[in-house]
């Protein structure tokens, strides 16, 4: 089957080689979905069917109509036309609660806990009846385990890393035993090895008790390994459909994106060492903007020293970290998330302060924990968690690319929107946003144009220190190698990039320098041209090597 072609979107049991037990019926089929917003159709005359103990792979670029087509099967937007059909019988998904009562459940890519609860007690929400807190801890420890997802019950959610959030999220819909499970890029912030785990247990359930399972995610290799068969979107319609076995990653990524991606951006989406370790960084990075020895004579532009920050708890979360970052330089900061990055990102943000230690930018020490400082000071940060902190969904794209440089669309005091208007779309145009136009809520984006909205705002007000922290984290292989593209870009201009990211095929592809931090400091250092694997993963692991 060619790109090109429009298939249904899933081929049937027989086709597949469908395991033993699994249903001879679909379970889900949605027929002809289509879905507009405004002038925006994000779902044109879409066919899936999903069938009773298999797993079918959902692959598209952001904004390709995934996520919109789950919200429709999930109650939460409406179809325009189409129609879908339950075990055969044509069914009108009111909302959420009904669709829950149908037993459908959905994993989502943004979290949907609260933060002042803990992991039992968000996990418990919406069950009807008294519930008892012990048995409630137990429960959530069980699925837990049986998952192979490391959680405290009693942990405060606001508390946990990214990655613990989503353990919470998977845990809270695994405990509620769904028939139909949709899981919105599910992996995006947990290890190789509890990704591994996930999937081998989901696939024993599912074979066992006859669950239909959608899986979305940009991985492709996790794409290929788990499940049955695979259907790629691209603008809202379906392009191809494949089993799973019969298909390899490189077609999948062409089929995405429409076009050749490069290597290093496929390597990256399937998490392959073997890429990154079969190329210098000249070869991946396009040409270091100087020689090392030049690097090493080029004065730091970020310099942190002696860095110590306490959690709410007075637990130490920097604990005397060193680093430095010189002009043009990619440095990598590579660790086993939970070791302090997310703390690292928040000082560099100006969230939090230190309780000892400085931060420098070309010499001269920035007070930490003081609104604005770091930003004032020639830092900018791409951060972690997008919708956290990194824009306002309920304001517009126009409003989010200057709410940090209102000066520059102001005159007397006064916000011109005008002004403000015609200047975004220039950013819009300049970093290909798709956007129907500057006015709409960032809400209506997809997650890789939201990533581009915060790339133009923190790029265009010319930083001397460009802070990204897991910036490709739940991109598609074209915007991964879009904003790869943009931090070899920025350095080659001059800036100091400080690069954090789980993925470590990521920093061993693109960074000069790599630091590996553990426990609140950096434990080892090592030029791109000395690492290795195994070296940088005994030292994740706190271990010398």
Known sequence: MTAGELPRAAVTNAEAGAPEGASATAAVEMRGIVKRFGSVVACDAIDLTVRGGRILGLLGENGAGKTTLMKVLLGLHQPDAGEIQLDGRTTRIRDPMHA????????HQHFSLVDALTVWENVSLGERGRIDAASAMRRVGDV????????????????????????????KCLSRKPRVLVLDEPTSVLTVAESRDLFATLRRVVQSEGQAVIFISHKLDEIIAATDEVVILRRGRVVAGHRSADVGARQLAREMVGREVSLRAEGVALG???????QDVSATVDAAPVTDAGRTATPAALCVRDAEALGPDRRRLLDGLDLEVRAGEILGLAGVEGNGQATLGDVLSSL??????????EGRAVPTGRAGAMHRAGISVVPEDRHRSGCVLDMSVAENLFITELDTVSRGGFLNRRRMRERAMQLIEEFGITAPSSDVPMRALSGGNQQRVILARELSCEP???????????LDVGAIEYVNQCLVEVARRGVAVLLISAELEEILALSHRIAVIHRGR????MARAEADVERIGLLMGGQAA
């Not at 392959?272 to 079969?278: G, I």
Request: no cysteine; aromatic share 2%.
């Open 100 to 107: 829950a009562s149908l037993g459908f459940a959905m994993v």
């Open 352 to 361: 939090i302060p230190l309780s000892r230690g400085t931060v420098e930018v």
């Open 464 to 474: 001397k220190v460009l802070v990204a922290a897991h910036a490709t984290r739940g």
């Open 522 to 525: 950096v434990i080892g250092e």
């Open 144 to 171: 837990a385990r049986s998952y192979g997802l490391d959680i405290d019950p009693r942990a405060r959610v606001g508390d946990l890393s990214a990655g613990q959030r989503q353990r919470v999220e998977i845990v």
């Open 272 to 278: 392959l060492l073997a890429v990154a370790e079969t």
